[in-house]
C-alpha cells in the first residue's frame, strides 16, 4: 500500500505554507499547490503549479490525495465573484480522487455575537463576505452529507506567525512597528479581539484531517486569550526593540483608505469584529481532540517579528 497522501492547495498563502510545515514535521508525504512553481519545500514534500478556479487544474491537483486541505482563496475583494466557483472545483477534484476535504475557513459566517463565537452561535452573516462563506461551508457540508465526499471545516479568526503577509497583522501591524511608522489598528484598541497563531492553526487543521472524529463537523480552532489590540502592539513593538505607536481608525477614515486600497474597504464590511469585543470559545474542538495549549503570545509574537524583520530585509 502507498503512503497516505496530502495535498495542500492555496501552499503559498500563510495558512497553507504553515500547513505544509507541519505535514512535514509529522512525517507525511506532501503535494504543496500553488499557482506559480516553488521551491525551498521541506523534508518529505513536492511542489505543483495548478490553477484551481478550473476544474482540470482542481482535478490535477488532488489526484492520488488522501487528505486535501482547502487554503487557497481569491484576492480579498474578489470572494463573491471567485470564491465560491473556486470551491466548487476543489470538491470536484477532492472528490474525484476520494479524498478527505479539510477547509481553512474563518469566522464571518456567524452573526456578531454578545460573547465568545462558538460553534453555536447562529450562521446569520451581517456582511456581504461572511454570505460568502455560510454558503461555501453549507454546500461543502451538504456535500458531506450526501456521501459525495468527506468533509470538515476548522476556522480561525485574524491571523499572525512566520509566512502570515495577507492579514491584518502581516500587513499593518508588524511592518509598521519594525518600520518606527505609527499602527493603524481598524477599529478600537481596547477590546479584546482574537488572533490565531499560524502553526496554532496548521497543528489543528492537519489533527482535523488526520481524525475520522471530524468528520462532518466544524470546529473553532484553538487560540490563546485574546489580547486587546493595544496590548498586542506593544507586544511587538517590544519584541522589535521599538516603541509602540499606534492609533484606532474609524470607520469613516477606513473608507476613505478604501478608495485607494480595496483590502481597507472591504474591512468596512466586517467592522463589528473590531467596534466591540471579538472572542472565540475554542472548547469544542479541545473536548474532541483532548488538551491543546495554543501558544503563548509573548512567543509568538516574537517568533512572528523574527521571521517578519528577515523577511523584509530579503525583500528589501
Given at each position: 500500500?502507498?503512503?497516505?497522501?496530502?495535498?495542500?492547495?492555496?501552499?503559498?498563502?500563510g495558512?497553507?505554507?504553515?500547513?505544509?510545515?507541519?505535514?512535514?514535521?509529522?512525517?507525511?508525504?506532501?503535494?504543496?499547490?500553488?499557482?506559480?512553481?516553488?521551491?525551498?519545500?521541506?523534508a518529505?514534500?513536492?511542489?505543483?503549479?495548478?490553477?484551481?478556479?478550473?476544474?482540470?487544474?482542481?482535478?490535477?491537483?488532488?489526484?492520488?490525495?488522501?487528505?486535501?486541505?482547502?487554503?487557497?482563496?481569491?484576492?480579498?475583494?474578489?470572494?463573491?465573484?471567485?470564491?465560491?466557483?473556486?470551491?466548487?472545483?476543489?470538491?470536484?477534484?477532492?472528490?474525484?480522487?476520494?479524498?478527505?476535504l479539510?477547509?481553512?475557513?474563518?469566522?464571518?459566517?456567524?452573526?456578531?455575537?454578545?460573547?465568545?463565537?462558538?460553534?453555536?452561535?447562529?450562521?446569520?452573516?451581517?456582511?456581504?463576505?461572511?454570505?460568502?462563506?455560510?454558503?461555501?461551508?453549507d454546500?461543502l457540508?451538504?456535500?458531506?452529507?450526501?456521501?459525495?465526499?468527506?468533509?470538515?471545516?476548522?476556522?480561525?479568526?485574524?491571523?499572525?506567525?512566520?509566512?502570515?503577509?495577507?492579514?491584518?497583522?502581516?500587513?499593518?501591524?508588524?511592518?509598521?512597528v519594525?518600520?518606527?511608522?505609527?499602527?493603524?489598528?481598524?477599529?478600537?484598541?481596547?477590546?479584546p479581539?482574537?488572533?490565531?497563531?499560524?502553526?496554532?492553526?496548521?497543528?489543528?487543521?492537519?489533527?482535523?484531517?488526520?481524525?475520522?472524529?471530524?468528520?462532518?463537523?466544524?470546529?473553532?480552532?484553538?487560540?490563546?486569550?485574546?489580547?486587546?489590540?493595544?496590548?498586542?502592539?506593544?507586544?511587538?513593538?517590544?519584541?522589535?526593540g521599538?516603541?509602540?505607536?499606534?492609533?484606532?481608525?474609524?470607520?469613516?477614515?477606513?473608507?476613505?483608505?478604501?478608495?485607494?486600497?480595496?483590502?481597507?474597504?472591504?474591512?468596512?464590511?466586517?467592522?463589528?469584529?473590531?467596534?466591540?469585543?471579538?472572542?472565540?470559545?475554542?472548547?469544542?474542538?479541545?473536548?474532541?481532540?483532548g488538551?491543546?495549549?495554543?501558544?503563548?503570545?509573548?512567543?509568538?509574537?516574537?517568533?512572528?517579528?523574527?521571521?517578519?524583520?528577515?523577511?523584509?530585509?530579503?525583500?528589501?
Amino acid at each position: 500500500m502507498s503512503t497516505p497522501l496530502h495535498v495542500v492547495l492555496g501552499a503559498g498563502g500563510g495558512i497553507g505554507s504553515a500547513v505544509v510545515r507541519e505535514l512535514s514535521r509529522r512525517g507525511h508525504r506532501v503535494r504543496a499547490v500553488r499557482r506559480r512553481p516553488a521551491s525551498g519545500l521541506p523534508a518529505g514534500a513536492t511542489a505543483l503549479a495548478a490553477d484551481l478556479s478550473t476544474a482540470e487544474g482542481a482535478r490535477a491537483a488532488c489526484a492520488g490525495a488522501t487528505v486535501v486541505y482547502h487554503c487557497a482563496q481569491p484576492p480579498y475583494h474578489r470572494w463573491p465573484r471567485e470564491f465560491p466557483p473556486l470551491t466548487e472545483a476543489v470538491v470536484d477534484g477532492a472528490s474525484a480522487a476520494g479524498a478527505k476535504l479539510v477547509f481553512a475557513d474563518n469566522l464571518y459566517l456567524y452573526e456578531p455575537a454578545d460573547g465568545p463565537v462558538s460553534e453555536e452561535t447562529p450562521r446569520r452573516p451581517t456582511s456581504r463576505k461572511g454570505s460568502v462563506r455560510k454558503e461555501m461551508a453549507d454546500r461543502l457540508l451538504q456535500a458531506h452529507r450526501t456521501g459525495r465526499l468527506n468533509v470538515t471545516i476548522g476556522q480561525a479568526s485574524d491571523y499572525y506567525g512566520p509566512g502570515g503577509t495577507n492579514s491584518v497583522i502581516g500587513a499593518a501591524v508588524v511592518p509598521a512597528v519594525l518600520h518606527g511608522r505609527t499602527v493603524n489598528w481598524p477599529g478600537r484598541l481596547d477590546v479584546p479581539h482574537a488572533l490565531h497563531y499560524l502553526p496554532d492553526i496548521a497543528s489543528a487543521l492537519v489533527t482535523l484531517g488526520e481524525r475520522d472524529e471530524a468528520d462532518g463537523r466544524t470546529f473553532i480552532l484553538p487560540a490563546a486569550p485574546a489580547p486587546t489590540p493595544r496590548h498586542f502592539v506593544e507586544l511587538v513593538a517590544s519584541a522589535a526593540g521599538r516603541r509602540a505607536r499606534m492609533r484606532g481608525a474609524t470607520k469613516p477614515l477606513m473608507r476613505l483608505a478604501g478608495l485607494s486600497d480595496p483590502a481597507a474597504r472591504e474591512l468596512v464590511d466586517i467592522w463589528y469584529q473590531f467596534s466591540r469585543p471579538w472572542t472565540v470559545d475554542d472548547g469544542l474542538y479541545r473536548r474532541t481532540f483532548g488538551p491543546v495549549k495554543a501558544t503563548g503570545l509573548d512567543e509568538a509574537v516574537a517568533v512572528t517579528v523574527a521571521w517578519h524583520r528577515t523577511h523584509l530585509a530579503t525583500a528589501g
